[in-house]
């Protein structure tokens, strides 16, 4: 019965390095969506994805971000040439996905970003 | 996003008091309320769901949705020090999946 699963749980990283997250849903669940919580601040949604599509990246960066959920494997959030504004904690949540009500999302224990 | 605006914290209340969390939102056409807790440092916990107007009740909690007046509250009874967090609200519906979410009221419960 294992919840969302996210790694690594701290990453560092020098400005310029590319920073990869990693998230794996609850059993049972084909949408993730990924947060950030910048220091101080509430959360924000980045993207919303199913397997091997991207529903909404109206929230995520148009440089230098980007994400997937392929067939196989794990969802992935990728940061390239990350810089000190980047350092935040990332959350990754996953649902059901049934649609309009009951969109119960559960989060992973999140990925926390700092950039040297 | 849509707006969703908590009463500002933090909220400090005595051990075995009720502690009184109030959430307005934007979007009319929001469907699916939820509260989550978060501890320092950890991520949010969901507990408590509400998509009707009224009240709803899980243990110590209780939920109350008012879609015409766009206001959403969450108690806790009989707070406990281990009830210390951030609550967060969160709103989301029509057709958009992505949950929006307020700024948080931090919650002490003093022994």
């Known amino acids: 019965n294992a919840g969302v699963m996210q790694n690594p749980r701290h990453l560092v990283r020098r400005r310029g390095q590319e920073a990869r997250l990693r998230c794996s849903p609850m059993k049972g669940h084909s949408h993730v969506y990924w947060y950030r919580q910048l220091p101080e601040e509430g959360l924000k949604f980045m993207v919303y994805l199913q397997k091997e599509n991207i529903i909404d990246e109206s929230g995520m960066p148009k440089e230098r971000f980007s994400a997937e959920f392929p067939k196989e494997g794990p969802s992935i959030l990728r940061i390239q040439q990350v810089v000190r504004g980047d350092s935040a904690a990332y959350f990754c949540a996953s649902s059901h996905g049934l649609a309009g009500f009951y969109n119960e999302q559960f989060f992973g224990p999140g990925t926390r970003l700092t950039v040297l | 996003q849509k707006e969703v605006e908590q009463n500002s914290g933090p909220l400090s209340v005595p051990e075995g008091a009720i502690a009184s969390l109030n959430c307005t939102y934007s979007?009319?056409?929001?469907?699916?309320f939820f509260w989550y807790r978060q501890y320092s440092g950890k991520s949010p916990e969901l507990i408590m769901s509400i998509y009707s107007n009224g009240d709803k009740e899980d243990g110590r909690f209780t939920a109350q949705l008012n879609k015409a007046s766009q206001y959403v509250s969450l108690l806790i009874r009989d707070s406990q020090p281990s009830d210390s967090a951030t609550y967060l609200c969160a709103v989301s519906g029509g057709n958009d999946y992505k949950l929006s979410f307020g700024a948080g009221t931090t919650v002490t419960v003093r022994a």
């Open positions: 979007d009319r056409v929001s469907q699916s």
